[in-house]
């Protein structure tokens, strides 16, 4: 691997782009900001012109809507998730500030180590935090720094895609790189049930192409949902 490991947070190892001090930008030509819908566009090893991500996309092989009723059932589904996790399966999430996307990820994380009191801190600075053994290894990546494919290959991903479990903020960062067998999920926030709640139900897309998604996920999916 190319990436160069940092002294982090407790609860994870922090890793930065070699030359680059954790949250540094770089000078590189910044991507163009794509929607999340076309995420599934680079996933696609068909995709008419891999170099437009924010073209239309098809529509994915499969895509499941669901309602988390507030937070612990945000961390409830995380959970039930990391249970069906194994290395090599990749996990793509997108919202917006606010929707749930930090919780989510350090629910799932905590319940894939068995630690409830794990602290999962945001890799938003540094890049990139590892959690768990070699061989059952979870990296957790925020990319909304990253301003070049290429540091995808710096930080180490494309390999740790292969051996780890992997769960990616902003990857709509990875290009080509996206993983074609990876599970995309989108939170988007709901409006508080009334004026006095502290919480507010969140909305959950699901999409994948790779059939081992249906199978992974069919107890955790409501039947009334499934198609």
Do not use: N
């Amino acid at each position: 691997m190319r990436h160069a490991t940092t002294g982090g947070p407790a609860g994870g190892t922090a890793r930065a782009i070699r030359g680059r001090k954790p949250g540094a930008t770089s000078t590189r030509s910044p991507l163009q900001p794509c929607r999340p819908d076309a995420i599934l566009q680079a996933m696609s090893p068909s995709a008419a012109d891999p170099s437009d991500r924010c073209a239309p996309s098809d529509p994915p092989g499969e895509t499941r809507d669901l309602t988390l009723a507030d937070e612990t059932a945000t961390a409830t589904f995380a959970e039930g998730l990391a249970a069906c996790l194994a290395p090599g399966d990749c996990l793509l999430l997108t919202g917006p500030i606010g929707a749930g996307k930090t919780h989510f990820t350090r629910a799932l994380i905590r319940a894939r180590l068995g630690s409830p009191s794990e602290d999962v801190p945001s890799p938003t600075f540094t890049l990139v935090q590892t959690y768990g053994p070699p061989e059952d290894e979870i990296w957790h990546a925020d990319l909304y720094r990253l301003t070049d494919t290429s540091e995808v290959q710096e930080l180490g991903l494309a390999d740790a895609f292969e051996t780890a479990v992997t769960v990616i903020e902003w990857p709509d960062r990875l290009g080509d790189l996206a993983p074609a067998a990876a599970l995309a999920l989108s939170l988007i926030p709901g409006r508080p049930i009334s004026p006095e709640a502290d919480d507010a139900p969140r909305h959950l897309r699901l999409s994948w192409r790779d059939p081992k998604w249906t199978t992974k996920l069919a107890d955790l999916i409501p039947a009334q949902v499934q198609r």
